[in-house]
């Protein structure tokens, strides 16, 4: 399978991109579709995610005492108490040419204990 557009390929390296390509893979080994229809449901992705994550932004913002923090080859556990979670989406759904229309919602979230695992990554370049 080759990729002929540039929509949205950042999103091929996601855990549903990732999984979407295997089963496409899959099933034209098995015969079961052929590499252009394999190619283009491939596009067909790549332009909705573009369009659909790419239109959404959120951000996050974590309250809580640390309870434990530990780190090992550039990936770091921490484990929080008491955490309160709070995750702002403004999605910019075009009006008409031109103008866009952003929608905005917030949601808080609360647990005794959060457990929160994070990767050092470099962006654009291999690890040193």
Known sequence: MSG???YGVQYRKSKIGEALFDALDSFVSEGKLTGEQADAIQEQFDKAAAKYLGSSQVRAQLKGDLHTYRSFDEI?????K????KLSTTK??????G???PQQSTETLKADMVKLICQDAKIGGPRA
Not at 76 to 80: D, E
Not at 82 to 85: A, F, K, L, V
Not at 92 to 97: F, G
Request: hydrophobic residues 30%; proline residues 5%.
């Open 99 to 101: 103008q866009v229309n």
């Open 92 to 97: 910019r759904e075009p009006k008409s040419a």
């Open 4 to 6: 002929g557009s540039n």
């Open 76 to 80: 770091y556990t921490l484990l929080v």
């Open 82 to 85: 008491d955490c309160e979670i």
